[in-house]
């Protein structure tokens, strides 16, 4: 266990490889997105989802974000990143095999507008929705 | 590896700083080395959380430890190049035993120093020692103050009571470590189970009682347990062991006694979760010790003016901390700005509505019985202190007042028991998990007492030796 790092812990909580997914999403954030001001969007429990995909794990990995329950409405960020899980059934069958879908400001959504948690539009604010296996 | 070199040499400061400290308090000889540490990390701990929760900066916090630590520890090496120590005095004398014996002592001893190099240096797995300790650790370590901790979870009870019924002491002293680049921040506890050791071997003099302390701490499957819960349990945990081995050392008496319990007593005040009932604990020995301080009540001239700046000293500590940790929880509800969850706060009555449940439920009984004397995972331990308080035939006060306390423990579980059913009576049963948490003080006072209890009765490694220190 000597010099396991945080990462590792964490794939030791959560198995199933979500962990590597999560952790692939905030090396994704960090190279591609470095001059955006970035939330996370997260239920604290959301009974369609396992556990992993809820805010507490959520900050655990991606914790250079703010992960919050109301990302959507805060002025303060231009670009909201949602968790979206194939195992949910919201998504197409083209939808999950995608690794994440970048939606801008003023388009439609299908991630944000089948996720009951969120309101159905993102007027002003991108989002990426990470598709989580 | 400059992670580990940093983490010795800001842990080296906090000694250096307790050092100072145990001098101070009158503490001598070796007490004053071995509780060193654990007084540098609770008086740095105490003023970091205090300083935190006045919104001061953290990078203001973490270069003021810093400083102070290695200042401390520049003046002790100066004093030590100064007039070096006489090692001698640290020499050790082993037992001279038999082969058999001598083969038993050296393997057991052996494998304990395996079992602490590898508990000292695991990670922790268990969810809360990440999701939560460990991250608000991090969060702390960037700048988060606590306005920030519940602008997170606006309209979100849940949350909100998951971060802030845990008590923050851990993540302060893990928010050290961040800041410095050290991602293994349970190492910081480290220094604190060595420091328990030495204490503990000073205490004992008997090698016998040593390995027995040390194989109950070290050496047993709860125990292990509690180590894995490096950042939520384990320094909870330590501060308990070190209270009852501060109580036991009849060496430390009067005011030294009363320092270092004012400072161990606060820092274990401030782990408490307030949903378990041994803060009252606390708060009793808070009141008993003014209780004593009153020269009137015991048949002496009164000096009231002592009295008053004595009793000011302990009580208002005290009420500091509580109503601190009560100001910040209050904050907390105003801010997630849901009225209802005022009502479900630790401190409305109305969360007690249900304790009808428990005289309507005979089965209730039955299985809070079974919870506390088999699924309690302190249980083992109170049975071997029961069982070694049976074994030796004591006359000593002392004693019998550590076992009352026991059984006043188990008394309280109950309490906590009846707290869960009343405010949960859907799924305390579920909820009995968090006896884990709960039951460690019970674990920390039956392994001192078990230990302290043995040294009049075994002494297998110990024939021919008097003294080992």
């Known amino acids: 266990m000597v010099g396991q790092d945080r990462d590792e812990q964490l794939k030791v909580l959560h198995p199933t490889g979500e962990m590597a997914s999560l952790i692939e999403l905030r090396e994704l954030l960090r190279t591609r997105f470095t001059d955006r001001k970035i939330a996370v969007s997260a239920p604290y429990r959301d009974q369609y989802l396992p556990q992993s995909h809820d805010a507490t794990i959520l900050r655990a990995v991606l914790t250079d974000w703010p992960v919050l329950t109301n990302a959507l409405q805060t002025e303060e960020y231009d670009l909201i990143v949602l968790i979206e899980s194939t195992q949910s059934g919201r998504l197409s069958s083209a939808q999950a095999q995608a690794k994440y879908m970048y939606c801008p400001a003023g388009e439609a959504c299908s991630c944000v507008e089948q996720n009951s948690q969120e309101p159905k539009t993102n007027l002003d604010k991108d989002i990426l929705c990470w598709i989580m296996p | ?469």
């Open chain 2, 1 to 469: 590896m400059l992670d580990y070199a940093l983490a010795i040499l800001f842990m080296s400061g906090l000694a250096s700083l307790g050092f100072g400290m145990a001098w101070l308090f009158g503490l001598r000889g070796g007490r004053r080395l071995a509780l060193a540490y654990p007084l540098g990390l609770s008086s740095v701990g105490l003023v970091a959380w205090g300083m935190w929760l006045a919104e001061i900066p953290w990078i203001y916090i973490w270069t003021t430890a810093w400083l102070v630590g290695l200042l401390s520890l520049s003046f002790i090496v100066f004093k030590l190049t100064d007039r070096p120590p006489d090692l001698a005095v640290l020499k050790i004398r082993l037992p001279s035993l038999n082969i058999f014996t001598s083969l038993l002592f050296w393997l057991s001893l052996g494998s304990l120093i395996l079992i602490l190099v590898w508990l000292t240096t695991i990670q922790p797995i268990v969810w809360d020692s990440l999701v939560l300790y460990d991250w608000r650790a991090i969060k702390i370590a960037d700048g988060w103050q606590v306005s920030d901790f519940y602008r997170q979870f606006v309209q979100n009870y849940e949350f909100y009571t998951y971060d802030f019924s845990h008590p923050f002491m851990s993540s302060i002293w893990q928010a050290f470590m961040h800041k410095s680049g050290i991602e293994s921040s349970s190492v910081i506890h480290s220094g604190l189970i060595l420091s328990i050791l030495i204490y503990a071997g000073i205490i004992w003099k008997s090698w016998t009682t040593r390995l027995i302390f040390a194989s109950l701490l070290l050496a047993t499957e709860p125990s292990l347990t509690v180590f894995t819960q490096a950042y939520s349990s384990l320094p909870y945990f330590l501060y308990w062991l070190l209270i009852f081995l501060v109580w036991v050392d009849s060496q430390i008496k009067s005011s030294a006694q009363k320092s270092v319990l004012i400072l161990i007593f606060l820092i274990t005040l401030l782990m408490n979760r307030l949903s378990e009932p041994f803060w009252i604990l606390i708060i009793l020995f808070w009141l008993w010790e003014v209780w004593k301080m009153c020269p009137n009540m015991r048949g002496q001239k009164p000096k009231w003016l002592s009295v008053l700046i004595r009793g000011c000293l302990f009580v208002i500590p005290i009420l500091a901390v509580v109503w601190q940790w009560q100001n910040v929880q209050a904050t907390a509800l105003s801010q997630v700005e849901i009225m209802d969850s005022v009502s479900r706060s630790s401190y409305s009555l109305d969360r007690y509505e249900n304790i009808s449940v428990i005289l309507q439920t005979p089965l209730w009984w039955s299985q809070a019985i079974w919870l506390i004397l088999f699924k309690n995972p302190s249980a083992p331990y109170a049975l071997l202190a029961l069982v070694m308080f049976l074994i030796v035939k004591t006359k000593s006060g002392q004693d019998k007042r550590l076992f009352w306390l026991g059984l006043g423990w188990l008394a309280m579980l109950l309490i906590a028991l009846i707290m869960e059913i009343t405010t949960d009576p859907e799924n305390w049963l579920l909820k009995s998990r968090l006896l884990w948490r709960v039951t460690l003080p019970i674990m920390a006072w039956a392994i001192v007492v078990t230990t302290n209890w043995s040294e009049k009765r075994l002494s297998w490694f110990d024939q021919g030796n008097d003294s080992d220190e």
